[in-house]
Each structure stands twice: as structure tokens, then as C-alpha cells.
């Protein structure tokens, strides 16, 4: 009985991930929660969903792969990440600690809230654009000083990723564009 109440809390994955429009209907609060976090940091909402479909395909408790002893003994995760936005525990502490938000990586609003927080840092500290979403991503995913260092430069595959992200950027742009009034329609419904 206590297993079936708390799947009914989970939140199951967009159905339609690739599309923008189709996530914020079946989530309309997902569309809420990324026009506070862009009010909050300025960051675009379709940059972020990009970011988040990347790091947990919408997985609330999503987490890194196993690393394994010997290749076949489970010893731990790869790292601390956790949650939609895939936040390590250090940078989430250092979030907590700057915004005073005491809330949970499984959780959609203070996911996408931290996703704003953390691309607002990358752009006072290095310049990057909120709507440069390649960079924004190479950021997110090597840190700040990995990304001065440049570290992603060893990484061809990541930079294929932060390709990917970038056009997932780009569709989400452009899909919002279609739907946004009817989405500002269902909100004067709330």
C-alpha cells in the first residue's frame, strides 16, 4: 500500500519529449515553473529544457550509471549527481547556500530553478550568453573551470552532446513560438 501511494507522487516522464508545447500541456506547471525561473535568472525556457531533457530525459530521481570494480562488481555511482538537472552534490549545496532554497532535485520547480542559477553564474563569471546554449551546456556539464581550461576540447563526444543540446534549444525555441499564446490562454484559467 505505502509503494502505491508513493508512485502516485512520482511524476512520469513527458510522453512527448521532443516537443515542447506537448510537455507544457501535459505539465502546465512545468511551463509556470520555467517563466518564474526565467523571470528569477533570465535564462530562456527553452535553453533549460534543453539542459534538463539532456542531463535526466525528464527523470525526477534520475542517476549517474554505476562504477564498477573489477567491471562486474556495482561500486558506487560514477558521481553525486541526482535529479532532473543532474546537480552534484557540491554545486547544489553552493546553490542551497546562495538562494537560501532548501529544495529537492526531484523536483521539477527547484531543478529548473537551479539549471537558471547556475547558467546566470556562467555568464557573470565567464561571459557566456543565456542564450548561447552549446557553451551554456559545456559549462553545465564540465563546470566553470573545466570549461576555462577548456576541458571539453578532450571530449569530441561531449561537444557532439552540446550539439545535440543546442538543437533541442533551437526546436523548443521554435516550438514555444507556435504555442505560447495558447499556453498564456490556459493560464488566465488558474
Known amino acids: 500500500m505505502a509503494l502505491t501511494l508513493l508512485a502516485g507522487c512520482s511524476t512520469t516522464p513527458p ?15 512545468w511551463y509556470e515553473d520555467t ?27 534520475a542517476l549517474p550509471p554505476r562504477d564498477y570494480f573489477l567491471w562486474v562488481i556495482p561500486w558506487g555511482r560514477v558521481s553525486s549527481a541526482y535529479g532532473y538537472a543532474q546537480a552534484q552534490d557540491p554545486v547544489w549545496g553552493e546553490y542551497k547556500s546562495a538562494t537560501g ?9 527547484d531543478a529548473v530553478m537551479f539549471v537558471g542559477w547556475y547558467a546566470a553564474g556562467t555568464q557573470r563569471q565567464l561571459g557566456i550568453s543565456k542564450w548561447d546554449t552549446y557553451s551554456q551546456y559545456l559549462a553545465y ?12 576540447l ?3 563526444w561531449l561537444m557532439q552532446v552540446a ?21 498564456e490562454n490556459n493560464r488566465s484559467w488558474w
Not at 510522453?15 to 506547471?29: E, F, K, L, T
Not at 532554497?101 to 520547480?109: I, T
Request: some cysteine.
Open 35 to 61: 517563466l518564474k525561473m526565467e523571470q528569477a535568472w533570465g535564462l530562456p525556457p527553452h535553453v533549460a529544457m534543453a539542459i534538463i531533457k539532456q542531463e535526466s530525459s525528464f527523470v525526477e530521481d
Open 15 to 29: 510522453r512527448d519529449q521532443g516537443n515542447i508545447c506537448s510537455i507544457y500541456r501535459q505539465y502546465p506547471d
Open 101 to 109: 532554497n532548501g529544495g529537492s532535485r526531484d523536483n521539477f520547480d
Open 163 to 183: 550539439r545535440k543540446v543546442e538543437q533541442q534549444a533551437k526546436n523548443y525555441g521554435w516550438q514555444l513560438k507556435q504555442c505560447r499564446s495558447e499556453l
Open 154 to 156: 578532450q571530449k569530441p
Open 141 to 152: 556539464h564540465e563546470g566553470r573551470g573545466g570549461f576555462s581550461r577548456q576541458s571539453y
